[in-house]
């Protein structure tokens, strides 16, 4: 019997109020105990977990009540637990009992069968209660700063030119000597630079002072750090990045330079007053983490050699698109490192300079003074450049510079936020731009995602449904000839299922064809058709190509290629 007949049989809701349900259910998604909580027909979650329980033949656990083994708790790794929302309870033998609030979840109980190597039998409690629970036993992290701590050594990680002047004695005999604080701030971000991490988050709530790491795309959460840390914390980073330790009402940037594995790693720091205190995202600029060069990027053949041949053109416009993250710098600057010979005078202008690169001019774009994209373009054309980058066009203005720029004998690279290539045309002339000068200027754009891949040691088989298929736009027979993948989830992943990410590009070449249908004011929709007749793969259809191979996940190809 189904739960919302159970519930009506039992006199918990009436029909009206289960018909109410399945149609916000429809809208939402969601399961339907929650909505029924959630409109009120529910009052409490015990209800609906006994009738869940009962349709399913598991038991149920009342955690709030219980006391829990903390050997037990420990079997399932911390990673694991705050992903899935869910508590080791009991073992019996290789029969390890977990509560859950999901048991529905077929992923989660492979991946933590996978992880663990125990039978799992599942036990059906409250949301919230795990969550207590798991703030509870894994003992806000203590185990973890301590190994946190223990990986950074007296005077292993050192900041590079720290001004200690700049502050009071006071300021400094408080936060910067006090070793036990230096060594976890240190340590947090010596633990994150061997994690590969692109972003430390550290976020104050009202009893908990969250640690996320973002590594791949993913935010990870990691064990919380003490609740009465947050001011000493925050304090430390702020001296760390030169940033006023007094000032708590306004956001701040800052920017920390640390000597850490025989090399330096550029941090840059931003602190943002919420309602629980100030939060702090510090991004780490690591040059391991710079995999420049274009062979290893990921291009197809086809597209590889349109790429290398444009950026060797004498003059023209070269656009690079995508979202935030999508790796358009690490191309571009793959582009220049490729072009730097001691005969070409190339000069960058970007917002801000991500790492520095040998031999090239770099600008950093400070509006506050009036050094903007477009004031530093006319700058630069009086610096007698052969190939400039410019890190983003957002205006007319500089749109218009860069063209002339490309039309006047100048390699010009550049960015722009949009979904495909075709759409970059109908952007330029949205902001202003003629369009006989783009098709004059532009000689080639390339759109660009990043897919997560799949995490080689939980990487097992798996089969679509047809509803991710018809997505796709693979047939059932196209399928039978593709062995599909996904990860489970495992200690080596963090739990996520995925390690690494590769990039996908869509490359299309300006041709004469394409070149008249701009003049012409043709729509993205007509000029991707004619692009795709000459040969331009999608990134829908390269991302496919990249499933084929099965380093990637169906999920993935779908989230990051999504079609119009």
């Known amino acids: 019997m189904r739960l919302g007949e159970m519930l009506i049989n039992s006199g918990y809701i009436t029909e009206e109020q289960l018909e109410m349900a399945l149609k916000k259910q429809k809208e939402t998604h969601e399961k339907l105990g929650e909505i029924l909580l959630k409109l009120g027909f529910i009052q409490n979650e015990n209800i609906i977990n006994a009738f869940l329980a009962k349709q399913l033949n598991i038991g149920t656990v009342t955690l709030s009540d219980i006391e829990l083994n903390p050997d037990t708790v420990k079997i399932i790794p911390e990673e694991l637990a705050r992903k899935y929302n869910i508590i080791g309870t009991m073992k019996v033998g290789k ?4 509560a859950s609030s999901d048991p529905h979840n077929v992923q989660m109980l492979d991946s933590i069968k996978f992880a663990l190597g125990y039978d799992i039998q599942l036990l059906l409690a409250a949301k919230a209660q795990i969550a207590q629970a798991i703030d509870k036993y894994y003992q806000d992290g203590s185990e973890m700063l301590s190994e946190i701590m223990d990986k950074v050594e007296e005077e292993e990680m050192e900041i590079v030119d720290e001004k200690k002047e700049d502050f009071s004695e006071a300021q400094l005999e408080q936060i910067i000597h006090e070793r036990p604080l230096v060594k976890l ?9 061997m994690k590969h991490v692109s972003d430390i988050h550290i976020e104050p709530f009202q009893k908990k002072l969250r640690l ?29 990045s030169k940033l006023n330790i007094s000032q708590t009402r306004l956001p701040q940037d800052g920017r920390i330079k640390v000597a850490y594995g025989g090399r330096n790693i550029d941090i840059r720091v931003n602190v943002l007053p919420t309602v629980f205190g100030e939060k702090v995202v510090m991004r780490l600029l690591d040059p391991v983490n710079l995999k420049l060069d274009l062979r290893k990027l990921g291009f197809p053949e086809k597209g590889s050699a349109l790429f290398r041949t444009a950026i060797r053109l004498p003059f023209g416009m070269i656009l690079v698109v995508g ?25 960058t202008v970007e917002d801000p300079v991500e790492f520095n690169l040998r031999g090239i001019n770099q600008v950093s774009v400070r509006e506050d003074v009036g050094l903007t994209f477009a004031a530093a373009l006319r700058s630069f054309l009086r610096q007698d450049p052969d190939i400039i980058l410019v890190g983003e066009i957002r205006d007319y203005e500089t749109a218009e510079i860069a063209i002339k720029a490309a039309l006047t004998g100048h390699l010009v690279f550049s960015t ?20 006989f000068l783009v098709a004059s200027a532009v000689k080639l754009i390339v759109a660009q995602r990043l897919l997560k891949l799949v995490c080689p040691h939980c990487k097992v088989d798996y089969q679509p449904t047809p509803d991710e298929l018809e997505q ?3 047939s059932t027979q196209e399928a039978r000839n593709i ?35 701009i003049i012409e004011e043709a729509s993205a929709i007509e000029i991707q058709n004619v692009a795709r007749t000459e040969g331009m793969l999608t990134l829908r259809e390269e991302a496919i190509e990249k499933l084929k191979v099965g380093i990637t996940t169906v999920e993935q190809v779908i989230a990051e290629t999504m079609i119009d």
Do not use: W
Request: overall charge positive; glycine content about 8%.
């Open 212 to 240: 996320r790491y973002r590594i791949d795309g993913n935010l990870v959460e990691m064990p919380p750090l003490p609740i009465q840390m947050r001011a000493a914390v925050v304090s430390r980073i702020k001296i760390m």
């Open 416 to 435: 722009l936020h949009t979904n495909n290539a075709p759409a970059t045309i109908t952007r330029l002339v949205d902001l202003g731009s003629t369009p």
């Open 472 to 474: 796709l736009g693979l």
């Open 95 to 98: 029969t390890l009992f977990v």
């Open 483 to 517: 062995k599909f993948y996904h990860g489970r989830g495992c200690p080596e992943c963090s739990g996520t299922g995925y390690r690494g990410r590769t990039a996908v590009f869509e490359v299309m070449y300006l041709t004469k064809k394409i070149q008249r249908m």
């Open 185 to 193: 701030v240190d340590g947090i971000i010596a633990d994150a630079v």
């Open 323 to 347: 979202p935030t993250g999508s790796g358009k710098t690490t191309t571009l600057y793959s582009a220049l490192l490729e072009l730097n010979t001691s005969d070409t005078n190339i000069m």
